[in-house]
């Protein structure tokens, strides 16, 4: 149950920073949060990018947390020649100190990405300071080097780093037939779904319920009760077949005594 709820609260966080940029366009193929899908039709649609169920809790929410890192320093702010920039080329524009500290954060995202359970390849962890080391050396260079910076995304690649090594870890062989060809540790999701924590049943099963119908009441408000046995009867049956006694007008009511009643 904790692990489903983690899952749960990591898409969730996901959810709420997708919201704040759903009206920007997908940066490319290494946007963490967006892509475009061909539909049947031959159109191109913005699909969100999903954590997995298949990931652990554990590792879920460290890979949450990436892209949210990773989205917001290379392409949450604005475009700027074809070119999405975030807050690592913005801080990068600081002759020196800027670069620095950008390759500062750029070094603790990593660190961060670490934590997943059994920490990360050596190989991995090579490529990942590679990317920082590159972008810390075009930084350098002004202004030029700045949007070779921003064109390149560390950062972002990094987290592709990230997750290839959790598809590699975690996907299961024989997975079914997916809707859209996705990512490594990446489901697409519609704009148009939404996310429900599933509910739990006494029989251990996950997948949501059906609500009972509605126990409807014999009364109805304002109404007279009705009665059951009464509806049930058949229109056919003899006592609806059955005529109505009427007196003729003006006859005398008809009244029986034992007194009038003649014995023989």
Not at 93 to 111: F, H, K, N, T
Not at 145 to 170: F, I, P, S
Not at 173 to 183: D, N, T
Not at 200 to 228: A, F, K, L, V
Request: glycine share 6%; net charge positive; with cysteine.
């Amino acid at each position: 149950m904790a692990q489903v709820i983690g899952k749960y609260a990591a898409k969730k966080m996901l959810g709420k920073q997708m919201e704040k940029y759903k009206n920007k366009d997908s940066t490319g193929h290494y946007d963490p949060y967006f892509t475009y899908v061909q539909k049947p039709n031959g159109k191109m649609k913005k699909v969100k990018k999903q954590v997995p169920d298949y990931i652990p809790e554990h590792d879920a929410v460290i890979l949450a947390k990436a892209r949210s890192r990773a989205y917001a320093l290379d392409c949450c702010l604005f475009n700027l020649f074809g070119i999405r920039f975030g807050w690592s080329s913005v801080i990068g524009l600081i002759p020196a100190a800027g670069d620095l500290v950008d390759m500062l954060m750029a070094a603790l995202l990593v660190s961060r990405m670490h934590k997943v359970d059994s920490g990360l390849p050596p190989a991995t962890q090579v490529y990942m300071l590679f990317n920082i080391l590159l972008d810390f050396l075009v930084g350098l260079v002004p202004f030029v080097g700045d949007l070779v910076d921003a064109a390149y995304k560390a950062n972002t690649r990094n987290l592709r780093l990230l997750e290839v090594h959790l598809d590699k870890k975690y996907k299961p062989k024989a997975s079914g037939p997916e809707k859209y060809p996705a990512s490594p540790a990446t489901v697409y999701e519609d704009f148009e779904d939404e996310q429900r924590l599933p509910q739990y049943h006494g029989d251990g099963t996950t997948e949501p319920r059906r609500p009972d119908p509605i126990r409807q009441s014999d009364e109805r408000r304002g109404g007279e009760r009705r009665d059951s046995r009464r509806d049930r009867r058949p229109s056919g049956s003899r006592r609806d077949q059955r005529p109505e006694m009427t007196e003729p007008r003006g006859a005398p009511p008809a009244y029986t005594s034992r007194q009038n009643t003649r014995t023989r």
